[in-house]
């Protein structure tokens, strides 16, 4: 397993492509309301990319066809943006990638469009608090199991369950680097982490239970059994202290 270690220099840069990945996903979440397309975000994507001077990570990856992922309740990640319309009471997964000066942040939301049920608005607290969860943890000397822990235990002590086929990674000059960070599993297992190493922490979380599927498309990953899903993620950089955040989408 091949952990690469960043210069300070290169997390500047990285820090540069974070803010510019944040921004984007503030802009996206205020704009979202019922009525409007999944294309339509991607347009907004697309224009704020051009704004900044940045390119997109996601367009082109293996063969993805758009700029921003857009996934919708039952969906958990990889949603293809289309002419599907947006409803009232839907939770909708923003994951969105940018590239600056050779450089990539990396970072999800999932947003309640109008009025959500109770059950939703849980979903969303337990999936965003348990990233912050693994965030906590993530420092030199701990273990990468120590991440993934955190936040199975957090999600299903509060009788949730964690995505399993779908991890964290590495990231940097490429997209996707190693390690991977499952988001489940024992403490204490694993690389060890290392001040200037750099993570994409993405627990998503299903109401039922934890299986997946591949809807047609090839692309939008589904829950096995119809439950809704949630998904946060943000990029960070590991430090002798608490992990510095490089997407501050919350901020």
């Not at 091949?2 to 503030?26: F, N, Q, T, W, Y």
């Not at 993934?148 to 299903?156: M, N, R």
């Not at 994409?200 to 979380?205: D, G």
């Amino acid at each position: 397993m091949a952990i690469i270690i960043k210069s300070p220099d290169e997390i500047a840069v990285m820090r540069r492509a974070g803010m510019v990945v944040a921004s984007i996903l503030k802009t996206l979440s205020k704009e979202i309301r019922a009525g409007m397309t999944t294309a339509d975000l991607d347009d907004i994507a697309v224009s704020e990319l051009t704004r900044y001077g940045a390119t997109s990570s996601f367009k082109g990856y293996m063969g993805f066809p758009a700029t921003l992922c857009v996934s919708i309740n039952e969906e958990i990640v990889h949603g293809i943006p289309d002419d599907r319309k947006i409803c009232e009471g839907d939770i909708v997964s923003l994951d969105f990638g940018a590239k600056v000066d050779g450089f990539h942040g990396d970072a999800a939301l999932t947003v309640g469009v109008g009025n959500i049920s109770p059950q939703d608005k849980r979903l969303l607290d337990t999936t965003r608090g348990s990233l912050e969860a693994g965030i906590n943890v993530a420092r030199d000397g701990a273990h990468l199991g120590d991440i993934s822990a955190a936040i199975q235990h957090y999600v299903e002590s509060r009788d949730f369950s964690v995505v399993r086929e779908y991890t964290g990674h590495g990231i940097g000059r490429e997209m996707h680097e190693e390690p991977q960070i499952p988001n489940f599993g024992p403490p204490g297992y694993g690389p060890v982490l290392r001040k200037g190493m750099t993570v994409a922490i993405e627990p998503m979380v299903n109401i039922g239970g934890w299986q997946t599927k591949v809807k047609n498309d090839g692309w939008t990953v589904v829950t096995g059994d119809g439950s809704h899903s949630a998904h946060f993620e943000k990029t960070i950089a590991i430090t002798d202290r608490e992990a510095e955040v490089l997407t501050p989408w919350d901020s």
